[in-house]
């Protein structure tokens, strides 16, 4: 950040920053939780996190507030302005992440009660990568280092490759054995909604390269989710997504 000769403007924008992170760092533990109680198949924990997800949503009602008291304040131009603003979105950014491991909180109180399914071991790797990119942006962002959410952003094509080998993998079980289509079907799920995230967070260092520039990225990304091609027509209908937006 620019140091500013008012030095409490300077204490307010760290503050906003530090309160991003914080609330960043807590949707990240609440995704890797999700997954977790999805291994363990406790649905007592599972709906631990669901109740948490209400931390989440009141840290950016908070943020919220003070973006409008910022503007109102200090009525901030240029960098300072953008930087504002991208606050803004990176935490709405921040709270859709949250809904979506909240989610798969949820799902994992219903697979609880249906048989293991071996593909349930493929949700860690997409919570692995998803959870990494989280914290790889939030320390760009924290930085402020365009160049480093741009990788992270780069980055998001490993997740939808993944996302797609599981997706094709549950969807296999599902055609080998009827009594996997449940457990499998909740598991699709979740395994969108991990995908999600990993959207979430490129739209998190989208925002982190505007206000470095000034300008929107203008690459087009490299998406390799491929659960939707034409070609695959008996398997390429991509799930519905709980929350989506």
Partial sequence: MIDHIIKSYDTE??????EIIGMG???GRQ???AVDVVERRDDRAARHIVDNDGTIDAMEHAISQDVVRLLALRAPMARDLRAVFAALRIAADIER???YAANVAKRAIALALAAPVAPALG?????DLAG???AEVLAAYRSMDAERAFKVWQDDARLDEAYT???RELLTYMMEDPRAITPCTHLLFMAKNIERIGDHVTNIAENVWFVVHGAELAVPRDSRDTTADPDWPQLGRTP???GSQ
């Fill in 132 to 134: 990494a990119g989280l």
């Fill in 31 to 33: 995704l890797l939780a």
């Fill in 25 to 27: 760092e807590l949707a």
């Fill in 240 to 242: 519905p997504v709980e």
């Fill in 123 to 127: 949700l860690r790797r997409l919570a």
């Fill in 97 to 99: 992440i949250g809904d």
């Fill in 13 to 18: 924008l760290a503050r906003l920053t530090s």
């Fill in 165 to 167: 080998a599981l997706f």
